[in-house]
């Protein structure tokens, strides 16, 4: 079965810290994989996905994941967070030809300014 | 506006009493989906729809019914509500190519007393 596990809960970076924030999932198949970010109070917004070519995907707001196939993982990065990055991020992965989406538990980030 | 909107927003309601939260998306998108988020578990798919009269059961089906008698409307039953699903319930569209991305609602949020 599916399934996607984001290692860290909560985040806690000073602005201009670099992030890294690590998703790795199970399934044997082709897969796409997203990310989505949830700030306070809203729904969810699409970062990035990746479905094929360059396994480096750049997102919105100078965010980017690396697609390693071999560690089935999809870790997300930024080089300089800001205080308005503060929010939930999830990794979302979707099994290529089927219609179901499974979401990571999410990573709570908070930028201290 | 190319948007998903769900209605209401808040609902607080006691259990056994029939509900129903609506959800319409004006992209003329082929599949629907809802998701309950609760914390520490991330989203959690309910149900899903990949058309018009065709929908299937994602992860948490139990105690929820749907329906997609139009493309645009995919409604969210709750025929007799439990206190365990007090949660926050999305609702998300996507274009049929399932490497396009979800686009969210902005939320319901349901207690049930």
């Known amino acids: 079965a599916q399934s996607v596990s984001q290692h860290n809960h909560h985040v806690i970076l000073s602005e201009a810290a670099s992030l890294e924030l690590g998703c790795n999932y199970s399934?044997?198949?082709?897969?796409?994989l997203f990310w989505y970010v949830q700030y306070p109070g809203q729904h969810l917004q699409l970062l990035l996905k990746y479905f094929s070519g360059d396994p480096l995907v750049k997102g919105i707001k100078g965010f980017e994941a690396e697609f390693i196939k071999s560690k089935f993982s999809f870790n997300l990065r930024k080089p300089s967070v800001q205080w308005s990055d503060t929010a939930e991020y999830f990794c979302a992965v979707g099994a290529s030809g089927t219609y179901k989406y499974i979401f990571g538990t999410g990573t709570r980030l908070k930028v201290l300014a | 506006e190319a948007q998903v909107t769900q209605n209401p927003r808040y609902l607080i309601t006691v259990t056994g009493k029939k509900l129903t939260v609506t959800c319409s998306q004006n992209m003329n998108h082929e599949y629907m989906s809802w998701y309950r988020q609760d914390p520490g578990l991330g989203l959690r798919q309910i149900y899903y729809?990949?058309?018009?009269?065709?929908?299937d059961k994602g992860d948490v089906p139990e105690g929820y019914k749907v329906s997609r008698k139009e493309k645009r409307n995919f409604p969210l039953i709750l025929e007799s509500p439990s206190p365990n699903q007090t949660s926050l319930y999305f609702c998300?569209?996507?274009?049929?190519?399932?490497?396009?991305?979800?686009?969210f609602g902005n939320g319901t949020r349901l207690t049930v007393t």
């Open positions: 998300a569209s996507r274009e049929g190519a399932d490497n396009s991305p979800l686009h």
């Open positions: 399934y044997g198949g082709t897969v796409n």
């Open positions: 729809s990949m058309n018009v009269e065709v929908t």
